[in-house]
């Protein structure tokens, strides 16, 4: 069955970095669009990044463009949300997602991010 695992979630100081990762299986991450959303506290879940089925398209909420940088590892069938130059308002639950014919059909439990001094 499709299962996906956030990971690398971690309370961090402004302008710090993290790396998440979202290991995936019972599918071929290559195969299907991939999402992070995330949700922050008191707030509706918010689009943060996409990437297309061979890599070739990634894109970016505003609130992140320059910040994040959305891969993915075909090897280990793990997508990774790089993320730089963090800021409070970034603290959120992270979620990653897999498409199912243009919205989001199955999520992960979630990594925590806290961005705070």
């Known amino acids: 069955q499709v299962q996906l695992v956030e990971s690398g979630g971690d309370l961090v100081q402004p302008g710090g970095s993290l790396r998440l990762s979202c290991a995936a299986s019972?599918?071929?991450?290559?195969?299907?669009?991939m999402y992070w959303v995330r949700q922050a506290p008191g707030k509706g879940l918010e689009w943060v990044s996409h990437i297309n089925t061979d890599g070739s398209t990634t894109n970016y909420a505003d609130s992140v463009k320059g910040r994040f940088t959305i891969s993915r590892d075909d090897a280990t069938n793990t997508l990774y949300l790089q993320m730089n130059s963090l800021k409070s308002e970034d603290t959120a639950v992270y979620y990653c997602?897999?498409?199912?014919?243009?919205?989001?059909?199955?999520w992960g439990q979630g990594t925590q991010v806290i961005v705070s001094s």
């Open positions: 997602a897999k498409d199912g014919g243009g919205q989001a059909d199955h």
């Open positions: 019972g599918f071929t991450l290559s195969f299907h669009w």
